[in-house]
Every structure is written in structure tokens, then in C-alpha cells.
């Protein structure tokens, strides 16, 4: 191009509209990372889902059920959402890490400690996670409906 298009402030399209986009790719960026968690925060649990993940996963050391003779692992999961953590008298096994933990279960606090328990609480003794957000919020789905008066 000749040299006077360039001094009359004029520049080629791709100069041109180049600024118009560089924000693009940053948001769209923005968008993926924020959408996930937009949508799992407004999705329902699925409590069937939540029921089925937690008998494979987490079945094997805790319990639905008040009564004796279920799994001694991990203390019994009816009433766990409103409990504070650490507080079932007659289970002997916690740590005093857990113990010094001093949290009401809620949704809010089983969803960060069952992301990774061992790195939310270090000296628990329980090894299993749940690092996706989707199962984990079904299984805590799930044990919201273990009420202690049943």
C-alpha cells in the first residue's frame, strides 16, 4: 500500500479489527470456566443417583441405619446434615483431626470436605473423594433425606 494511506491514519482491516477481538478469546475463556459451576449450582440433586454412589462408594464404611451391626468404619450417615462433625457418641473412631475440625455439616461444608477430605481436613482417616461436583452434590442430596427420626 502506498505510504500516504498509512500517514492519513488509516490502517488495513487486519489492523483494523484486531482490537475489536483480543478480549474475545478471554471471554469465552471466562465463560467455560464460570458455566459449570452457574449450571451445577442451579441443578437439583438427583437423589437416586446419590443413593446408587453412595452404596459403592461410601457404603462399605458408613451406614444408613441407627441400628447395630452396620459397617464400623465410618460413623452411622443418618441426620449427618444439621450434625456437628466429629459428634456421633457412640462411634470411638475419630481422629483427633476430625474432632478439631468443630464444623456443622451442611451442604455447603460436606461438599468442600468430600472434594478431598484428606486435604480439607489432613489426619482424617478417610481416604475416599468425590472430586466431581455433580455426584457429590447428588450423594449429599441423598444424605440430606437421612433424617435422625427415622
Not at 22 to 32: F, S
Not at 88 to 106: H, Q, R
Not at 136 to 141: H, K, L, S, T
Amino acid at each position: 500500500m502506498a505510504p500516504e494511506f498509512f500517514e492519513s491514519g488509516n490502517k488495513p482491516w487486519s489492523q483494523q479489527s484486531m482490537s475489536a477481538y483480543r478480549p474475545t478469546p478471554l471471554l469465552v475463556l471466562a465463560a467455560a470456566l464460570v458455566a459449570p459451576a452457574v449450571f451445577a449450582a442451579d441443578a437439583k440433586p438427583d437423589i437416586e443417583n446419590g443413593r446408587v454412589t453412595f452404596a459403592q462408594q461410601c457404603g462399605i464404611c458408613h451406614s444408613v441405619s441407627k441400628e447395630p451391626g452396620g459397617p464400623i468404619m465410618g460413623p452411622s450417615m443418618v441426620g449427618v446434615v444439621g450434625r456437628k462433625a466429629a459428634s456421633v457418641d457412640d462411634f470411638p473412631m475419630y481422629t483427633p483431626a476430625l474432632k478439631a475440625y468443630g464444623v456443622k455439616w451442611s451442604v455447603k461444608t460436606l461438599d468442600e470436605f468430600l472434594e478431598n477430605p484428606m486435604e480439607k481436613v489432613p489426619g482424617t482417616m478417610m481416604p475416599m473423594s468425590l472430586p466431581d461436583p455433580k455426584t457429590r452434590a447428588d450423594v449429599i442430596g441423598y444424605l440430606a433425606t437421612l433424617k435422625a427420626g427415622k
